[in-house]
């Protein structure tokens, strides 16, 4: 089978820009001997004076339609080698509107003005560098475009799915269609005197041999089936996967894991297996497969790109419904390597666990043997060591991201894999501190950004500063204050920007630790620079003004200002303006914190529970949260997204710093 660049990840590499070269040169030679090298030319489409862009157009279609059908039919490419384009219906109409007013008014696409500039065309290099100006317009408003990219998506929808014909049939449909244009064609430049008597003999004949390989498909064998590939690592580049490779998948039977080959797998220790585990965190505590990580779905995609796991990755939860919507999703987005447990936990529980005494049906020779290794492994008493996978070490039933109890630290320290980090200021530092920790001063992942003081540094800066630390995708980091936790949570967002969700704050911090007299000492740990990979995509949780804006104006989304009371109401300011945003609500990050014993930490669940139900009507509700420079929010936004399971939480980091200095938008008081 034919291994096209597009499957194996390689149009960014040397040979692939080889390839797009030749190909680049040869395609504008074809469309400079169909005289595409003339803006008259191709304009006359418009004015019926030469109507060779239709020939050609409809000519690649039809050999491209035929061709790919063919090679399909002789197992010679499948579906999964061929990128499939998502249909939005919203932006590829406003696109093909625009595309279509700048070709009739100059005669140039981008491709054919590239052939008209070598051709010494004067209008087409003037087209091509207007064109190369409206990109560069178009990337600074498309922070105001966005939102058309995905008007009227519908996924990939290919055209004979929308007219409900077979592949075969839409084929064959679209080469009479051609034929029939190129006999309109013939006619019509007879009746302008372009064509002799008899010029289009050639044609017919090309016409009929199009017509006679149209209706081979239909007598033609069903395509081969597919040979199983190797898939692709997950990274650099991940490659959209669409509906045929996924049904192509599941009928090939490589979207799950049988509970009997995954307990082995387990037993064995097989390095790179990834367990992760969507069920709640009571359940996860209650009981997990040895090594899994425990996460909610929408954190999967950022964990992926993150740790990069090699080996398979394996979703479960009590059944399979969950796993298995999260696994298309994962595919889609290029995970390659992600699996579902057939019949989930409780099917693992019902055919790996269950005595064999309990049995009803008798088992295969060597399975009772092994169902009794499997029950000694995975049913270790309370507290018994586990085997952890390399992206699970450390997880120890906590939930991360979280809070960790200084207990629990205590009995982890200088444990493989947790890496701690003391946010307090530099003389207490030196003072003493939790053996193995390292200082960071937290204003060094903050500056200017865009002229917008004290922001959280870019995804880029932030990695570079995780290296310095030592620090690797996949080790859990317990962050250190004193009385701020909002420091910990600042550095969290900063983790988060990474796609780093272990992470835990340490309840009570220093303080906690310092009264119950756990270790401490004065010594620098010694740390080895890593390389920490910087994620392919901006975070999904940092929103700017104009997001924030609109959200005003909807009324649909809560617009939380964390600020203390009097400069929400305006009496103090320490800003361009006083005040606050148009239609929002105030709750002091100060009130989520209470003192105990001269420690300042987070008030119960339940109590902070009670309070953000009567400012939230819903779990799901859209909220926005923000302060001044983004700190104070930070500790809101962490309460509200990893201890009380909200899940639509935005941050707008620029905070009133920006939107009081911005005179355009609207202030309340």
Not at 39 to 53: E, K, P, Q, W
Not at 72 to 93: D, I, K, R, W
Not at 430 to 450: F, K, M, T
Not at 479 to 493: M, N, Q
Request: net charge neutral.
């Amino acid at each position: 089978m034919i291994e096209t660049f597009y499957l194996a990840n390689g149009l960014n590499t040397p040979a692939g820009f080889l390839a797009a070269f030749l190909i680049g040169l040869a395609f504008g030679f074809v469309l400079e001997q169909a005289g595409f090298g003339s803006s008259r030319r191709i304009a006359g489409v418009f004015y019926f004076t030469d109507l060779r862009v239709i020939k050609v157009m409809f000519s690649a279609l039809v050999t491209a339609a035929l061709g790919l059908a063919y090679l399909q039919v002789f197992g010679l490419l499948g579906p999964e080698n061929v990128h499939y384009s998502p249909t939005v219906l919203g932006a590829q109409a406003v696109g093909g509107l625009i595309f279509g007013v700048g070709f009739a008014m100059s005669g140039w696409c981008p491709g054919t003005s590239a052939v008209g500039m070598a051709s010494g065309r004067l209008d087409a290099a003037v087209f091509l560098a207007s064109a190369i100006l409206g990109s560069l317009v178009f990337n600074e408003l498309y922070p105001a475009l966005k939102p058309l990219y995905g008007w009227g998506g519908q996924g990939v929808r290919l055209v004979h799915q929308s007219l409900g014909l077979g592949r075969t049939g839409f084929i064959l449909v679209l080469t009479l269609a051609a034929v029939a244009v190129f006999q309109a064609v013939e006619r019509i430049d007879r009746w302008r005197a372009q064509a002799p008597q008899g010029a289009g003999t050639g044609r017919r004949s090309l016409s009929l041999a199009l017509v006679i390989l149209a209706l081979g498909l239909v007598v033609a064998p069903t395509p081969r089936p597919l040979k199983a590939t190797a898939a692709p690592a997950a990274e650099p580049g991940l490659r959209a996967v669409s509906e045929a490779e996924l049904l192509a998948a599941v009928a090939q039977a490589a979207d799950h894991i049988e509970p009997e080959e995954l307990a082995q797998r387990l037993l064995a220790g097989e390095p790179g297996l990834t367990l992760i585990d969507l069920r709640t965190p009571a359940e996860y505590q209650t009981f997990h497969l040895p090594g899994a990580v425990n996460l909610a779905l929408p954190e999967l995609d950022s964990f992926l790109r993150t740790t990069r796991p090699q080996g398979l990755v394996v979703l479960y939860s009590n059944g399979m419904t969950h796993p298995a919507q999260a696994r298309d999703a994962l595919q889609r987005m290029g995970h390659r390597n992600v699996y579902i447990l057939t019949d989930g936990l409780k099917g693992f529980m019902e055919r790996c666990l269950k005595p064999v005494s309990l049995r009803t049906e008798p088992l295969q020779p060597g399975l009772a043997e092994k169902v009794r290794a499997w029950r000694a492994f995975f049913l270790q008493p309370a507290g018994a060591k586990e085997k952890p996978s390399p992206a699970a070490e450390g997880a120890t039933d906590l939930k991360a991201p979280g809070l960790a109890p200084t207990d629990w630290l205590a009995a982890n320290l200088g444990r493989e894999g947790i890496r701690l980090v003391d946010l307090r200021d530099q003389a207490s530092y030196n003072q003493g501190h939790i053996p193995g920790s390292i200082r960071l001063d937290l204003e060094s992942l903050r500056g200017a950004v865009r002229g917008v003081p004290s922001m959280l540094l870019p995804a880029r800066l932030l990695a570079g500063q995780m290296s310095l630390l030592g620090l690797g995708p996949t080790d859990l980091v317990v962050l250190i204050t004193d009385s701020k936790p909002r420091d910990a949570t600042l550095f969290g967002l900063a983790l988060e920007r990474l796609g780093h969700l272990r992470y835990l704050i340490l309840e009570g911090g220093s303080i906690r630790w310092t009264a119950e007299r756990r270790p401490w000492d004065q010594k620098l740990p010694m740390v080895e620079v890593s390389a920490y990979p910087v994620p392919a995509q901006e975070d999904g949780f940092t929103v700017g003004f104009e997001e924030v804006l609109a959200a005003s104006r909807e009324k649909g989304t809560i617009i939380l200002d964390v600020r203390p009371a009097d400069y929400f109401k305006g009496l103090k300011s320490d800003e361009a303006r006083a005040g606050h945003i148009p239609g929002a609500v105030n709750r002091p990050f100060q009130e989520d914190l209470t003192e105990s014993g001269g420690q300042t930490v987070f008030k119960p669940l339940a109590e902070l529970e009670k309070a953000y139900a009567g400012l939230i009507p819903a779990k799901d509700a859209p909220v926005i949260v923000h302060c001044r420079t983004g700190h104070q929010a930070s500790q809101t936004w962490f309460v509200l997204k990893r201890l009380l399971g909200y899940t639509r939480v935005k941050w707008y980091d620029a905070g009133w710093t920006e939107w009081a200095a911005r005179e355009e938008l609207p202030v309340e008081k």
